[in-house]
T-cell receptor, first 111, second 114 residues
Framework: QQQVKQSPQSLIVQKGGISIINCAYENTAFDYFPWYQQFPGKGPALLIAIRPDVSEKKEGRFTISFNKSAKQFSLHIMDSQPGDSATYFCAAKRSNYQLIWGAGTKLIIKP | KAGVTQTPRYLIKTRGQQVTLSCSPISGHRSVSWYQQTPGQGLQFLFEYFSETQRNKGNFPGRFSGRQFSNSRSEMNVSTLELGDSALYLC?????????????FGQGTRLTVV
């Protein structure tokens, strides 16, 4: 119940294309769903986050889509750029508990 | 303001030794969490400290321990090191523990056990 399942494990997208990473969870008590971006040699950095009372959140080229009934959420990167090449982690959390992390998706954007 | 600082950045230890890693959170942040990250793996939660008290603990053996000081700085200790402990150890700080606030990560300490 504590797991967050992330797919795909790796993803190759052409420059300018749309990158889509999916996550699914079981625990309906989760109330915070962040996405983190990690470059080699660096710690993860928060990219965008959503709460379950909202179905979509957009920040620049990054959009989270949230489907509460399906217990799924996804990250969409529009107009993907080579600089977006990184590992992306989804996570879920409930207050007073730790973040539960997906396994990560290695995204490569081909120029 | 300064970010999360982890020291040292790199460490090589011999199997059986013990090691202490340090994390200085962002000023004003009272929650510090520790994670282990191994190649191809996600982040494995070790423990979280808030106001010098351990709030949450992951599924790691007792060889892994931590503490937090009154200035919110935190240390993590691993005793009797094993080869499988080789990993990137990440520290994250956040404003508080109860509410869902952003966690800011340090660059990590790369531990190699030989």
């Amino acid at each position: 119940q504590q797991q967050v399942k992330q797919s795909p494990q790796s993803l190759i997208v052409q420059k300018g294309g749309i990158s889509i990473i999916n996550c699914a969870y079981e625990n309906t008590a989760f109330d915070y769903f962040p996405w983190y971006q990690q470059f080699p040699g660096k710690g993860p950095a928060l990219l965008i986050a959503i709460r379950p009372d909202v179905s979509e959140k957009k920040e620049g080229r990054f959009t989270i889509s949230f489907n509460k009934s399906a217990k799924q959420f996804s990250l969409h990167i529009m107009d993907s750029q080579p600089g977006d090449s990184a590992t992306y982690f989804c996570a879920a959390k409930r207050s007073n508990y730790q973040l539960i992390w997906g396994a990560g998706t290695k995204l490569i954007i081909k120029p | 303001k300064a970010g999360v600082t982890q020291t040292p950045r790199y460490l090589i230890k011999t199997r059986g030794q013990q090691v202490t890693l340090s994390c200085s959170p962002i000023s004003g942040h009272r929650s510090v969490s520790w994670y282990q990250q191994t190649p191809g793996q996600g982040l494995q939660f070790l423990f979280e400290y808030f106001s010098e008290t351990q709030r949450n603990k992951g599924n790691f053996p007792g060889r892994f321990s931590g503490r937090q000081f009154s200035n919110s700085r935190s240390e993590m200790n691993v005793s009797t090191l094993e080869l499988g402990d080789s990993a990137l150890y990440l520290c994250a700080s956040s404003l508080n523990s109860g509410m869902n606030t952003e966690a800011f990560f340090g660059q990590g300490t790369r531990l190699t056990v030989v």
